[in-house]
């Protein structure tokens, strides 16, 4: 793979916990965007869908995939993804709780055939925790679906 290219990341949010968390009552979910939180919508709503472009370089040090833009969050070797929780007081976001998508895994075959088709890579988050809340920290297993 030669110069950066762009590819298209869907993060489809199923499974909202709601609007009620502890004390908080208008929960909100959002994408981090550089430092600030974009396009969030209500957390008792059925879905939630994100499109981030990112651009893809390689990883000079491990010759794995690197992604860059003001979506792409953590050190060339560990790249994520921010979903962040919050709720909106006067247009100003006040964040409660983050849930990283990890990106090391993708394959330049997987970015390769998004590329090629046109299409986005999709990813499935079920974002509700074991206990019923919002679901934070790194995804895995069973709350996480990549689409390729």
């Known amino acids: 793979m ?3 290219q762009e ?3 869907q993060i489809f949010c199923q499974n909202l916990p709601g609007s009620q968390f ?3 009552t208008s929960v909100r979910l959002g994408i981090q965007k550089g430092t600030v939180v974009i396009e969030d919508v209500a957390g008792d709503r059925q879905s939630a869908s994100f499109i981030v472009p990112l651009t893809v370089s390689t990883n000079s040090k491990t010759g794995k995939p690197n992604f860059l833009g ?3 969050q953590g050190t060339p070797d560990e790249r994520f993804i921010y979903l ?12 409660f709780r ?8 993708l394959s330049y075959e997987a970015i390769d055939k998004a590329m090629e088709s046109g299409q986005a890579i999709k990813v499935v988050v079920n974002m509700t925790n074991d206990k ?3 679901l934070c920290a790194s995804i895995k297993g069973d709350k996480i679906k990549w689409e390729i």
């Open 2 to 4: 030669g110069n950066s």
């Open 7 to 9: 590819v298209k990341i």
């Open 22 to 24: 502890e004390e908080r």
């Open 70 to 72: 003001p979506f792409a």
């Open 84 to 95: 962040c929780w919050g709720e909106r007081h006067n247009g100003t976001w006040d964040g």
């Open 98 to 105: 983050r849930a990283k998508i990890h990106l090391s895994h």
């Open 132 to 134: 019923g809340g919002p």
